[in-house]
């Protein structure tokens, strides 16, 4: 593969960034991952969006314009004949001696991109849906900006499948917050999509906010409410959002098997319909 370090496209084994890196050694760092379909980017612009605001609330310096953004990913998705997968972008604050104190305008952000294939479409998660598995929530009070400080979601998708499940949402306060790298939605026996708010808790997922789009248009909203993993345990459907799995169909919640152990059909329809609409939209 190639990969894109600081303004230059090297080979991976080639590609190097300093051990001084505040990515690295402070997790001072924020990434967006863009699903690739036939080729094109799936809601990029608002992933673009994203990385803006993330770098804001950090007071991290942006010295890349949109244009050489979506240039750059089209170059990666060209040279590594990217048909179907995922663009990872990952921006730090820059590389400077160990030091918890930092002075951002004298560090150069340090970016880099690589490319994953892999099927997304259609994919055995979608077939079979996922397995969740629920863990309390405690992850820092920021978890709206989109940092590279994923211990703990990692460390939680591995207790998920030590626990015979496919991943795990998170509760805070009695309430789902989202899943470890992904939105948590439920649709309720009356047929109600259901998410919880934004707030600082969870992180404003890209998928989330176009699968919100395009229900409203066509006549099923999403309804923003908190709700518990009892009300999870008990819905018709769930349901998880993300750029790299869509909509992905929940079909068990701690051993409670949903819809009956099945994808549910408004899953499956909204699956239908994101896949869809974002495809038509896709650059
Ligand atoms: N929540 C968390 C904690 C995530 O890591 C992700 C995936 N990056 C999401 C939600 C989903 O966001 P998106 O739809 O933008 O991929």
Redo the contacts with the bound molecule.
């Keep these: 593969r190639t990969v894109y370090v600081n303004g230059a496209y090297v080979p991976e084994n080639e590609a190097t960034v300093s051990v001084f890196d505040r990515g690295f050694l402070f997790g001072d760092g924020i990434y967006e ?1 863009a699903a690739v379909v036939g080729g094109k980017l799936i809601d990029f612009p608002a992933h673009t969006a994203r990385l803006h605001r993330s770098a804001n609330e950090l007071g991290m310096r942006f010295t890349v314009s949109d244009e050489e953004l979506l240039a750059i990913h089209r170059e990666l998705i060209s040279r590594n004949g990217v048909d179907e997968g995922v663009v990872y972008l990952q921006m730090t604050r820059g590389a400077i001696d160990r030091d918890f104190m930092f002075d951002t305008e004298k560090l150069t952000p340090t970016l880099v991109l690589f490319t994953q294939n892999r099927p997304l479409v259609d994919t055995g998660v979608a077939k079979a849906g996922m397995k969740i598995v629920s863990i309390p929530d405690l992850r820092w009070g920021r ?1 709206d900006i ?1 940092t590279v400080q994923l211990l703990y ?1 990692s460390l939680g998708k591995m207790e998920a499948k030590s626990r015979g499940a496919d991943d795990a949402w998170m509760v805070r306060d009695g309430v789902v917050t ?6 948590a939605f439920i649709v309720t026996q009356e047929g109600a999509i259901v998410t919880r708010p934004l707030s600082p808790s ?2 404003p ?4 906010a176009a699968l919100m789009d395009y229900s409203a248009v066509s006549g099923t909203p999403v309804e923003e409410r908190e709700f518990t993993i009892e009300e999870a345990r008990n819905a018709a459907e769930a349901f998880i ?3 790299s799995v869509f909509v992905g169909p929940v079909v068990s919640i701690d051993g409670v098997e949903l819809s009956g152990g099945k994808p549910g059909p408004v899953t499956l329809g909204l699956r239908k319909q994101y896949i869809e609409e974002s495809l038509k939209r896709a650059i």
């Design positions: 991952v978890c989109k979601p989202e899943g470890t790298s992904n939105n969870i992180l997922g890209i998928t989330r959002t993300s750029a």
